[in-house]
């Protein structure tokens, strides 16, 4: 595609419901990252990936987080047992390469999770 | 602590004036520092990279500077439009690791 896609652009759930949350990288992009952006906060990192592994996890606030790639394509970001402190705008965004470069990032336009 | 503090946090200007974003970062160690452009409901643009031995950089009506000795970062927009109203957001990357700190933004209005 263009560009990187997120989706859903809106979940709503309930506090205690698991949520998956998709991401589709720019094709041929081996980098991809999720962040987390509360309310008027700024970027939070989650965990990135380089291919299908994730060499740092150390975002992830709990156990209740978690992401997985495959074909060094699509990732899903799935929180379980959710709760209102989850409740963020969940972006994703890939980059040719990973390494410690000057690539761009190129972000989706991030899911907005509500937990009620 | 690695960190990225931005000032002002928000900012109101008339169109067609200039102005300047600050970025203090305590990142290290540093491989290069990001400015992006956030719309209300979107992700983040990149605007500009700068490495170490980089002062300046031009994106159009946008300038970065960098002084890599104070750590410190300034985005200058010129003849400003009501389209550059958005948060601008300072990110430094450490080196020889692919992680990024990000600042809290600069929300900029432009208004007419």
């Known amino acids: 595609g263009a560009g990187v896609s997120q989706s859903p652009s809106n979940k709503v759930t309930e506090k205690g419901k698991d949520v998956e949350l998709r991401c589709d990288p720019i094709?041929?992009?081996?980098?991809l990252y999720w962040y987390r952006q509360r309310l008027g906060q700024g970027l939070e990192f989650l965990i990135y990936f380089q291919g299908n592994s994730a060499p740092d996890k150390s975002g992830l606030p709990s156990d209740r987080f978690s992401a997985e790639r495959t074909g060094e394509s699509v990732s899903t970001l799935t929180i379980q047992r959710t709760q209102q402190e989850d409740s963020a705008v969940y972006l994703c965004a890939s980059s040719l390469a990973g390494g410690a470069g000057t690539d761009t990032q190129y972000f989706g336009p991030g899911t907005r999770l509500t937990v009620l | 602590k690695n960190q990225v503090e931005q000032s002002p946090q928000s900012l109101i200007i008339l169109e067609g004036k200039n102005c300047t974003l600050q970025c203090n970062y305590t990142v290290s160690p540093f491989s290069n520092l990001r400015w992006y452009k956030q719309d209300t409901g979107r992700g983040p643009v990149s605007l500009t990279i700068m490495t170490f031995s980089e002062n300046t950089k031009s994106n159009g009506r946008y300038t970065a500077t960098l002084d890599a000795d104070t750590k410190q970062s300034s985005l200058h927009i010129t003849a400003s439009q009501l389209s550059d109203s958005a948060s601008y957001i300072c990110v430094v990357r450490i080196y020889n690791f692919n992680k990024f700190y990000f600042g809290s933004g600069t929300k900029l209005n432009v208004k007419p």
């Open positions: 094709s041929g992009h081996t980098a």
